[in-house]
Nanobody
Framework: QVQLVESGGGLVQPGGSLRLSCAAS????????MGWYRQAPGKQRELVAG???????NYADSVKGRFTISRDNAKNTVYLQMNSLKPEDTAVYYC???????????WGQGTQVTVSS
């Protein structure tokens, strides 16, 4: 059974930076696509950034140029570096793992990011 544990959230001022981490258990990390989603109060969950097993990345338009997703297969960990944070980035951020052979999908418990002065 895969478990995803996020960390790195918190309160930051506008213009600041945070790095989120998501550590995955299990043995399928190498063959999984990983993603970060976020959900703000009253809004639907949305994709922020994704990275394939081969390292190809994609980003929501709202975060392009500010956020960077990366993965370390040796550590079974995916990261989200968030720079130039804005109040509208405030949300609960969720880690997502999709095992590409069968489509098995897993979610972390979420970590709160609050951007406020």
């Amino acid at each position: 059974q895969v478990q995803l544990v996020e960390s790195g959230g918190g309160l930051v001022q506008p213009g600041g930076s945070l790095r989120l981490s998501c550590a995955a258990s299990g043995s399928i990390f190498d063959i999984s696509a990983m993603g970060w989603y976020r959900q703000a109060p009253g809004k639907q969950r949305e994709l922020v950034a994704g990275i394939t097993s081969g390292g190809r990345t994609n980003y929501a338009d709202s975060v392009k140029g500010r956020f960077t997703i990366s993965r370390d297969n040796a550590k079974n960990t995916v990261y989200l570096q968030m720079n130039s944070l804005k109040p509208e980035d405030t949300a609960v951020y969720y880690c997502n793992q999709v095992e590409v052979l069968h489509g098995y999908t897993y979610w972390g418990q979420g970590t709160q990011v609050t951007v406020s002065s």
